[in-house]
């Protein structure tokens, strides 16, 4: 394990850490250092990145230690090619977790997510029984089985048009106010409290000689969205820890669909709605930490 450089963000003290990928690209992350608290180790939504939800970890980082995780392509990782699909990216995230879990030795490890972290999170816990206790999944992208069956043929024959919307996704600005005022309100971003919209621009963009640009390519966020996982559903019903996920109420209406059959085949998850869109945590991150630490509390019958 490399020296990791040491780090304050938002209060917060962090280690950057990273993991070279045998695909040849290096992930990064930052994480805190251990605290003997519980640990949540999280992935983020589709083209966003770790400190995106700075807001959310200075809710919740008095109570946990926190490991972000950014995905190929996402925040400070390599891009590295194409994308090795959803699978695979669970396979290394859980691979980089081993890397660095016995650094918090003594606690619960909780895997959590977001959108599309939420869909690997699940995943990584279906290879793995025993890689998280717990899992806490925000709004995860998993889609029920009819979207999957014509989803993925469009696709791979770059028709589906999340996909095609993504790929004409503007990615500079020419300094960081201009992409808040281009950003603020509009589209996925509406309802965005301004300090989660501006740990967007401070930390899923970087600064260029040309202005503030996307650290996600376009390019990046259309494969996601054009791939997916086949047998999602034959993996999920390998879950077994208790799963608490959180659903907007204003979210995708398919997700209310994949979170009833989901139910119905997990005794332990538990499923509760929360005033908001698909970003609900970006609107109102008090809210929703709070739920976390209850929750948490609950399960390890520790002080919320």
Known sequence: MQQEQKLEIGG???????????????????????????????????????????????????????????AQGHGDSEHGGKFVGWGRSGELAAHTWKQYSAEYPNVPHIGMGHSFGGALTSLMSSADKNLFQQLLLLDPMLFPQSMIRWAMPLGRIGLNPVAKKARRRRMLWPDEKAAMDALRGRGMFRGWQENALAAYVQHAMEPTPEGKQLKCLPEREAEIFSTYVPKLWRELSAVTVPTFVW??????????????????????????????????????????????RAVVAHQYKLKA
């Open 12 to 70: 917060i003290a962090w280690l950057r850490w990273q993991f070279s990928a045998p695909e040849g690209f290096m992930l990064k992350g930052v994480r805190t250092p251990a605290r003997g608290l519980p640990v949540l180790h999280f992935i983020h939504g589709n083209s966003y990145s770790g400190l995106t939800y700075l807001p959310l970890w200075q809710q919740l980082a008095p109570h946990f230690d926190i490991f972000l995780h950014d």
């Open 247 to 292: 659903i907007g109420k204003h979210t995708y209406p398919f997700l209310n669909k994949s979170m009833a059959a989901w139910k119905a085949a997990h005794p332990n998850l538990s499923i509760t709605e929360i005033e908001g869109g698909h970003c609900f945590m970006q609107e109102d991150p008090e809210t929703i930490a709070a739920q976390i």
